[in-house]
């Protein structure tokens, strides 16, 4: 099989494409043929060596896929050979088959596009979490985003969870900081998202911080790293 490896640290440019023996199934595992690997801001951290944990090298990127299962393990009793399945693994991805256990796949529809499927949990469900279950949003309420709606990652992150909450949409790009603050105090939002640096910079601007109004909002979101224990604990004191 193809995949598509990390030999070294860096960018997208250090990945080669190489050929691999078809991976060994355990125990409680299913062999998937993968049709579509969604590409996330983990995946980029990861291999510059800037995530969480470093897997030993070579290894494919790729935290969430879509695919068909190829081959059962023993015990393995929730799926067969043929079914279509969404995938979540801490990397592996990128490749043609892909080894995952049991356990973080899901049957997927056969309506589902696999594209579609293979931005579903993390990068659709990390935006929902944060919509629906952080912030709360509520039918009718209003999201400001000030990042464009150009990509998978953007429909499906942002868009898509929208939509399921109903409400209103701004959209706000490219990022203007007096305007962005002029529209959260004239459009009231419940809901916003800024870049790290702009939530560092305003906390560490008491001026700028005082004539600003956020009193609308229930939650402000990162929608990149995740952001600095110091700078939430400074924010929960604020606000």
């Not at 995946?43 to 935290?63: H, N, S, V």
């Not at 969870?161 to 105090?185: E, K, M, N, V």
Request: proline share 9%.
């Amino acid at each position: 099989m193809r995949a598509l490896l990390s030999v070294m640290a860096g960018g997208p440019e250090t990945l080669v494409l190489r050929e691999l023996p078809e991976p060994s199934i355990g125990v409680g595992q299913v062999r998937i043929a993968v049709r579509n690997c969604g590409i996330n801001y983990p995946d980029a951290l990861i291999i510059e060596d800037k995530y969480q944990f470093r897997p030993p090298r070579p290894f494919a990127p790729g935290l969430e896929v879509s695919g068909v299962v190829e081959a059962v393990g023993q015990e393995v009793d929730a799926l067969r050979v043929g079914d279509r399945v969404i995938a979540t693994v801490p990397y592996g991805g990128l490749a043609e088959q892909l080894v995952a256990d049991v356990d973080a796949c899901m049957p997927m529809p056969d309506s589902m596009p696999f594209e579609v499927g293979a931005a579903l949990v993390a990068t659709y469900g990390t935006s929902y979490h944060a919509l629906v279950n952080r912030g709360e949003l509520q039918p009718g309420e209003t999201l400001l985003n000030p990042f464009p709606l150009v990509n998978m990652a953007a429909l499906g992150g942002c868009f898509m969870s929208w939509l399921h909450t109903g409400g209103t949409l701004l959209l706000h790009h490219p990022l203007d900081l007096p305007t962005f603050f002029r529209q959260i105090a004239t459009e009231r939002p419940q809901y916003a998202i800024a870049p790290p640096a702009v939530l560092n910079m305003l906390l560490k601007n008491e001026a700028l911080l005082a004539s600003v109004d956020l009193s609308s909002l229930r939650c402000i979101g990162s929608g990149s790293a995740p952001l600095d224990p110091e700078m939430i604990e400074g924010y929960q004191d604020r606000f």
